[in-house]
């Protein structure tokens, strides 16, 4: 098969026929995050074609789903139920899948209070690079038996296999909502903010920074003590402009469109005090900024091919993950080689079936 | 935990080590609260270590010569009892072991000879007199001795006491509520005598009349706890009949013959004294737990405000399970503020004539402990034993940090008579 | 390897490594190191060597991979799989002596540790800045981060911030053969693999973990602790659905049932109804006025699922030994018989009911008690099956009702552990919730790190007698 070919198998017997007849295969959900394409001569098996949720007891709290499963389609049916994935998957609206969100290993703004997408994964099944199918984890919500693929598979970016099944953990979503806005004159109160938020023990659901000075902070719980909780909080902060309800503003951020189309979105991990460090070399550049997760995760837009970047990130010893805009190398700056990814590589993946470690 | 013990072949106590061991489920949750374990973090030193070495020499499965050096370590703090979810009654293995072990021990000569010359002193005030005399004389020569005799002689205080003669019966103030009987015991009486003149004070004070028999004698602890039954039984019979049982208690202030004095029943099981021995231990209470029980008169407050640092003493919380007793005494105190130290549950290092054969083990505790209750800040350590005492007072001086270091009832003693703390030496 | 382990040789090479005092070797040494909390299985080690330094451990199990000497990393041995059971003709490196928390920074609420620090250690130090470490198995007084990054251990409050895995940011290890790693980093966030969720839980598998870092997080505000009593344990674990279906997302929620509650009650004197036939406690935690507001609900509730009393704890203190009570249960069992097996296996929580009410079942038919104090909200079993392993066959007959329930959990879509790990214990069950082709996989991670599967060996994979009896049955 040519290069540039996709195969859409609908269902895992042909899919793992796929995988066992191609030399080089890249597997995808909807393409969502455009940064991330096929290495060169692979063939793209897309998961569209299984799509559905395969369980799901609301009394439960917890689902099993297949892998093309659109993110979205599942928040509704969750909400339904008054439950939902707490770590706002991002991209959901622009169709991104169960399977996409978990190889690519993102999450929203509200990973801050409960975790990201690897924390809430409980099983996997997934056809490994000779083509068999395997299934890791399981249904329930605790389980140490055998290795945990299933977080394995989290930013594994289709390189260790095609995950077909996932099942994953939910829990009820809040009654009510709150979100505020506080500005500081200058980046570093801004930064001082977030940090002191960091340590404190308000439980927020989301606390972002957005250059030049302003903090979102998320607040969600029952709506009878919301005011209160909002009260105090807004006297922690000094002030802050209240936003009711959930309206768009993390949407907004959520589906990046903030990003101006054809940038590329660079994901960045940092620490909170590392922030103020990567904001001062960016400053000068011609990029766009959010901090999310309390200063846990920079995400970069960037208005060209991001060499630069990736020059700037290894000075800071920090490492990116191209997620929108033109495709190239996943990886930005530092180069991480460690032994145990290799051989992990080699062990469920030993053709190299799904293209070299990048 | 299983065991192949052979029950009958340990006499009386067979079946109450035996059963220890059943209670002992392994689950390790003793390993934090034992400071053996704590400072050498091997597992033949911990209490589930030793409980699992003593059932395997129980079982014939272990030479008692192999288990030694582990069994002899343990410091009879009974802190895993403490922190022991199953119930194990760790003393009713360990002390009976001790005694079956010992006759099965090798011990090398300077061993043995230490062994030998604590036995034959410390239980005897007239003979640690002299030897206290004697240890003066050699103190010149201490860097030449062995580490251990080292010890033993640095432990020598500077100035003897002058024999105090005591009153055999002393008369409460105002109308009678209780009467007992009290403990002067063997070292304290010669190292600190000024406790159990506190001790009486303090009783008297809140209408005790107070008894202090003629012929008692040394309470056995020191030889109980490194298994030589047999010397301590001689001595504990003394106390057998020295005591009067008209009494409503027998009263120590010296937490480890307290705690001694309450297993005499144990120490006696399958003797013709058995019941004697009973009876007597179940009169026996901490001078703290007795006035707490009682009810005291609060003292007047302090003249200026202090801090102190109230350290447990392993025999008074873990053999004797005597916890909030001397915290609500002293909480009489007025101007007193009391503070609980970082690992208040960890031994000193005390512990009996421990530190004299540990002498490393002994003090790295002791060096733990004074950081301990330095790092609380405090204007007095106070503390319900004598050993501890003088083993914390070693180490804060130690440390450069001399606190005064007091025992329960000499801080109500003195608070009773206006006084301050000593200054700092 | 070969068949006979040089013994002498293997001395003289570790020798050449430790110094006199920190190479055990003699009886009485060796003995203690015989077993974890499991002492069902022991097995006595050529010897137990104590390092002090993590070069020491990196030395060590090199020269273990040069000589084929297979090596067990040993915690605080209080694993109840079997984990830390040693292999006899191999060596355990006890990790007690690592135990320095390296860093601590509060601002980024990080600790950097080495893996014998003992778990309630990193939130005794953490709690001046007001955060703690998370995840807390009952045995935290005592046990390791690195036993809980091997069996991804969680504990009590799991229920909304996860076990272990999900409180593990980075880790250096010893690979068994030798190679030093590092992965993870000290952000929440990663780019590339989850390689930091794929060692926790790997039991050891892998090599040694030499440096753990952890994430803290900050103490809640307040804490309001529920006590409801029932007459029944099927009733007590109807409730727990209960309480999860009404949205509430307790911090704990914790069944204990009538022998637990007479043990754990002797043990502590936590002022538990006695009269109970089960006991569910629920812990709210987190700001004050939402928790406030929770309890309200939780309260009608627990109420409305049949309770017939409710009580409050009254103030910290109160709060404190309710949690001692529950977290010595284990152990407090050993007052009622001188064995028991506990089982660790999980259900959904809907089947909680059903489940407990076929242990019952299962228990009379064995003629053998089972205690239940578990980790409910979770719907993670742990059934204490009491035996006395003096009386012949009593053990088999417990073992044998270990099995029927681990495959009740399975059969009812659960797992046959939840938290206690595979160890040695329940291998012979794992083939039973995973296909050959999905241990495959596993085993051949396992060789990629492991060549000469020197690192635990003989733990977690079945053996192949076992595979067969599993195909068979
Ligand atoms: C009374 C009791 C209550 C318990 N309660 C709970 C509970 O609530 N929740 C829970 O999850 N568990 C519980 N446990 C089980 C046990 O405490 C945990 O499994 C714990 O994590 C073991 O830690 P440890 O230090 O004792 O490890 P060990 O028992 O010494 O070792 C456990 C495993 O870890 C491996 N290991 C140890 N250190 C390392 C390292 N540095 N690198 C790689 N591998 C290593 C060992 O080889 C072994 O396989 C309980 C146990 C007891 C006895
Ligand atoms: S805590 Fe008790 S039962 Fe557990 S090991 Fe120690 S002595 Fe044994
Ligand atoms: S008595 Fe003290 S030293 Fe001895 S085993 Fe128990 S805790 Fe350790």
């Known amino acids: 098969m040519r290069t540039g070919a996709v195969l859409r198998p609908s269902d895992v017997d042909s899919l793992r026929e796929a995988v066992r007849q191609q030399p080089r295969v890249w597997p995808r959900g909807a393409g969502t995050k455009t940064a991330l394409a096929p290495p060169e001569g692979a063939v793209v098996v897309e998961v569209s074609q299984l799509r559905g949720v395969l369980d799901y007891d609301p009394a439960e709290f917890t689902f099993t789903a297949l892998a093309g499963t659109p993110v979205r389609e599942v928040e509704e049916l969750l909400g339904r139920h008054g439950q939902y994935l707490p770590f706002d998957p991002p991209l959901s609206a622009a169709g991104a899948t169960l399977g996409g969100t978990l190889a690519s290993g993102l999450s929203g703004p509200g990973r801050y209070r409960y975790g990201g997408v690897r924390d809430f994964v409980l099983g996997v099944r997934f056809v490994d690079g000779r083509g068999e199918l395997v299934r890791a984890g399981g249904k329930v919500v605790k389980n140490a038996a055998g290795f945990d693929l299933a977080k394995l598979m989290a930013g594994s970016l289709g390189r260790l296999g095609v995950v077909v099944e996932l099942s994953f953990k939910v829990f009820p979503a809040p009654r009510a909502r709150a979100s505020l806005r506080v500005d500081r004159p200058g980046f570093e109160a801004a930064w001082g903010l977030l940090r002191a938020l960091y340590t404190s023990s308000f439980d927020l659901e989301a606390v972002d920074l957005v250059p030049p000075g302003t903090v979102w902070v998320r607040v969600a719980g029952r709506p009878e003590s919301l005011p209160t909780r909002v009260q105090r909080l807004r006297a922690f902060l000094q002030g802050g402009e209240v936003v009711e309800g959930d309206s768009g503003i993390w949407e907004e951020v959520r589906e990046f469109r903030w990003v101006p189309s054809g940038w590329t979105l660079v994901k960045v991990p940092v620490t909170p005090r590392r922030v103020l460090d990567l904001e001062r070399e960016l400053l000068p550049t011609a990029s766009l900024r959010r901090y999310s997760a309390g200063g846990n995760v920079a995400w970069v837009a960037w208005p060209e091919e991001p060499a630069a970047l990736s020059d700037l990130l290894e000075r800071l010893d920090l490492r990116g993950l191209r997620v929108l805009g033109p495709p190239g190398l996943p990886f930005l700056g530092r180069v991480d080689s460690d032994g145990f990814s290799s051989r992990v590589k080699q062990a469920l993946d030993p053709v190299g079936r799904f293209g070299p470690y990048p | 935990m299983l065991h192949e013990i052979p029950v009958d072949r340990y006499g009386a106590v067979g079946r109450r080590m035996a059963r220890a061991v059943e209670a002992c489920v392994h689950c390790g949750f003793c390993l934090a609260a034992c400071p053996t374990y704590r400072v050498l973090g091997e597992e033949m030193d911990s209490p589930r270590g030793r409980i699992f070495l003593m059932k395997e020499v129980l079982e014939g499965h272990l030479e008692p010569q192999e288990a030694a050096p582990f069994v002899d370590r343990c410091l009879g703090c009974f802190g895993c009892v403490t922190a022991c979810p199953s119930g194990v009654a760790y003393g009713e293995l360990l002390t009976p072991y001790r005694e079956y072990a010992s006759a099965k021990v090798s011990r090398s000569w300077p061993d043995r000879l230490l062994r030998w010359l604590t036995m034959e002193t410390l239980p005897y005030p007239g003979r640690l007199r002299a030897a206290l005399r004697l240890a003066r004389l050699v103190r010149p020569a201490a860097p030449y001795l062995p580490a251990r005799l080292r010890a033993m002689v640095s432990l020598v205080p500077d100035r003897l006491s002058r024999q105090r003669g005591t009153a055999s019966t002393v008369a409460p103030a105002g109308a009678r509520r209780a009467r007992v009987a009290v403990l002067v015991g063997c070292v304290q009486r010669v190292l600190h005598p000024e406790i159990h003149e506190a001790t009486v004070r303090v009783l008297a004070r809140n209408g005790v009349e107070v008894v202090v028999p003629d012929d008692q004698g040394c309470c056995g602890a020191l030889a109980m706890h490194v298994g030589e039954g047999a010397r301590a039984r001689q001595l504990a019979r003394r106390n057998l009949s020295a005591f009067p049982d008209d009494v409503d208690a027998v009263i120590t202030d010296a937490a480890g013959c307290g705690s001694a004095m309450k297993e005499y029943g144990f120490l006696f099981a399958g003797q013709p004294e058995e019941e004697q021995a009973r009876k007597l231990a179940a009169r026996v209470r901490d001078v703290s737990e007795f006035l707490d029980g009682l009810g005291i008169e609060a003292p007047p407050p302090l003249l200026a405000p202090a801090r102190a640092v109230y350290q447990d003493a392993c025999h008074l919380l873990h053999a004797q399970g005597v916890r909030d007793a001397p915290r609500r005494l002293l909480g009489t105190v007025g101007n007193l503020e009391v503070v609980e130290p970082a690992e208040a549950e960890l031994c000193c290092g005390s512990a009996g004539t421990y530190s004299l054969e540990h002498p490393d083990v002994a003090a790295e505790l002791g060096r733990r402990k004074a950081r301990g209750l330095l790092a609380a800040d405090p204007d007095v350590v106070v503390t319900g034993n004598v050993g501890c005492m003088v083993q914390i007072r070693a180490h804060l001086r130690a440390a450069g940090r001399p606190v005064p270091v007091l025992h329960t009832v000499q801080v109500l003693d003195l608070a009773y008579r206006g006084q301050g703390f000593p200054r700092l030496a | ?473």
Request: proline share 5%; glycine share 10%; hydrophobic share 45%.
């Open chain 3, 1 to 473: 390897m070969t068949e006979a382990v040089d013994r002498a040789r293997v001395l003289q090479g570790l020798r050449a490594l430790y110094p006199e005092g920190r190479i055990l070797t003699r009886p009485a040494e060796l003995a203690a190191y015989e077993s974890d909390a499991l002492t069902a299985f022991r097995a006595r080690p050529l010897a137990v060597v104590l390092p002090e330094t993590r070069e020491e451990v990196v030395a060590t199990v090199r020269w273990c991979h040069r000589h084929g000497v297979p090596f067990v990393a040993r915690g605080s041995g209080t694993s109840l799989s079997g984990g830390s059971l040693p292999v006899p003709e191999g060596i355990v490196i006890a990790l007690n002596r690592l135990n320095r928390i390296l860093r601590l920074d509060p601002e980024e609420r990080i600790a950097v540790v080495e893996p014998g620090v003992v778990n309630l250690d990193v939130s005794r130090a953490a709690a001046p800045f007001g955060l703690y470490y998370a995840p807390d198995p009952s045995s935290q007084p005592v046990c390791t981060i690195g036993g809980n990054v091997a069996f991804n251990s969680g504990g009590a409050h799991c229920l909304k911030y996860g076990m272990t895995s999900n409180h593990v940011l980075a880790l250096e290890v010893v690979l068994a053969d030798g190679e030093v790693v590092r992965f993870g980093g000290e952000s929440l966030e990663g780019v590339g693999p989850d390689l930091v969720g794929l060692f926790v839980g790997s039991e050891g598998l892998f090599g040694i973990a030499l440096e753990v870092t952890l994430r803290l997080v900050p103490k809640p505000e307040a804490y309001r602790t529920v006590l409801a009593a029932y007459r029944s344990l099927e009733a007590a674990g109807d409730a727990v659905a209960q309480v999860v279906a009404s949205g509430l997302l307790p911090g704990a929620v914790e069944i204990m049932d009538r022998l637990s509650i007479e043990a754990a009650e002797a043990a502590v004197h936590a002022g538990y109804p006695e009269d109970a036939a089960a006991l569910l406690l629920v812990e709210l935690e987190g700001e004050e006025p939402e928790v406030e507001a929770e309890l309200v609900e939780l309260l009608e509730v627990v109420r409305a699922s049949g309770a017939y009393e409710v009580r409050l704890a009254r103030d910290e203190a109160d709060r404190q030994r309710i949690w001692k009570g529950r977290k010595g249960a284990f152990s407090a069992v050993g007052r009622l018989s001188p064995d028991y097996l506990v089982q660790d296996g999980v259900v959904p929580r809907t089947r909680l009911g059903i489940a407990l009410a076929e242990i019952e079942r299962l228990s009379r038919k064995y003629g053998l008690r089972v205690a239940n104090v578990f980790h409910a909200g979770d719907g993670n079993l742990h059934p204490l099956i009491l035996y006395d392993g003096r009386q012949p066959g009593q053990l088999q007959r417990a073992e044998e009702l270990a099995g029927e329930i681990l495959r009740l959990c399975i059969r009812l879509g659960g797992s046959i552990t939840g938290e206690h790990g595979v160890g040695m214990e329940k291998r012979q069950y794992l083939a039973e919730m995973f296909s050959e082709q999905d241990l495959e996989v596993m085993r051949r991670l396992r060789r990629a790190m492991d060549p000469g599967e020197i690192a635990n060996r003989g733990k977690m994979f079945p053996v192949p007698q076992q595979l067969e009896a599993a195909a068979a049955s």
